[in-house]
C-alpha cells in the first residue's frame, strides 16, 4: 500500500477538514490542533496529513512533494499551478469573496484595493474593464479601508460580523469560495487506487 500525503492548512479549513474525515472514520494520531508537529499519521491505511500554511498548499502540490490537497478556491484563484487535477467540491469552510468599503463606495477606475490576493484582484477589475492598484498585505484588510490606506478592500466573508463592526458593507462579490480537494497530476496516475479510495471513503455521508 502506497503512502499518501494530504495537506491542509490550519484554522478553518483544518477545523472542518477533520469534521469531515472523523464522520467517515478517520483521525489522526494526535490532533494537528492541540501539536506542534507538521505531519500525522492517521487511522486511514497509508494516509499522511501535512500541516501547511494555505497559500502554500499549492506549491507543494504543483511539486509532487504532496499528493493530495484541501485548498480554498480562494488560494487556487490567486495562484498560478496548474500541475493539479480538481477532485471535489468539498463545500467545506463555505464564505464569499468580496470587494467592500466605507458605506455607499461603488466600483470606479483607479480605486487602491488592499487585499491579500493581487492576482485575482487585478483579475476581476480587468474583467469588468475597472482599472485599479492593488495593495497587497497580510492581515486585517479591514483596517486598510477604515483607515483610508485603501478606497476598498478583496477579503474574504463569512457572518458579515467583521465589516459591520468596522463601519464597512460588501460593494460586490467577486465569487462564492469552499474548500477544494486536489490531487498532484503525476501522483494521480502513480496512486490512482489508493486516492480513488480515499476519495470514495469521504464521499460516503
Ligand atoms: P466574518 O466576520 O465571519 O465575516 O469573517 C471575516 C473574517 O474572517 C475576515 O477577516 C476573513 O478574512 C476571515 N474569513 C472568513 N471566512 C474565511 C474562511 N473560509 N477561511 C479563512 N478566513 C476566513
Do not use: W
Not at 483607479?110 to 495593495?135: D, H, R
Amino acid at each position: 500500500m502506497k503512502k499518501i500525503f494530504l495537506a491542509i492548512s490550519k484554522g478553518r479549513i483544518m477545523d472542518e477538514a477533520l469534521i469531515l474525515l472523523k464522520k467517515n472514520n478517520i483521525e489522526c494520531d494526535i490532533s494537528p490542533n492541540k501539536s506542534r508537529k507538521l505531519i500525522f499519521k492517521t487511522n486511514y491505511e497509508n494516509l499522511n496529513i501535512i500541516v501547511v500554511r494555505a497559500s502554500d498548499v499549492p506549491m507543494y502540490i504543483e511539486s509532487g512533494k504532496v499528493d493530495l490537497g484541501i485548498v480554498g478556491k480562494d488560494t487556487l484563484l490567486e495562484s498560478n499551478v496548474d500541475n493539479y487535477f480538481f477532485l471535489r467540491d468539498l463545500k467545506i469552510a463555505s464564505c464569499k469573496l468580496v470587494v467592500a468599503g466605507k458605506k455607499n463606495k461603488k466600483l470606479v477606475s483607479n480605486m487602491k484595493i488592499a487585499t491579500k490576493y493581487p492576482n485575482l484582484t487585478q483579475e476581476f477589475f480587468l474583467s469588468k474593464g475597472i482599472p485599479c492598484s492593488v495593495l497587497k498585505l497580510y492581515g486585517s484588510m479591514e483596517l486598510a479601508a477604515v483607515l483610508n490606506l485603501s478606497d476598498a478592500i478583496v477579503d474574504l466573508v463569512d457572518t458579515g460580523k467583521t465589516l459591520k463592526e468596522n463601519g464597512l458593507e460588501k460593494i460586490c462579490l467577486i465569487d462564492n469560495i469552499t474548500s477544494h480537494l486536489i490531487v498532484n497530476k503525476s501522483s494521480y496516475k502513480i496512486k490512482k487506487n489508493e486516492i480513488n479510495k480515499f476519495i470514495t471513503r469521504i464521499s460516503a455521508q
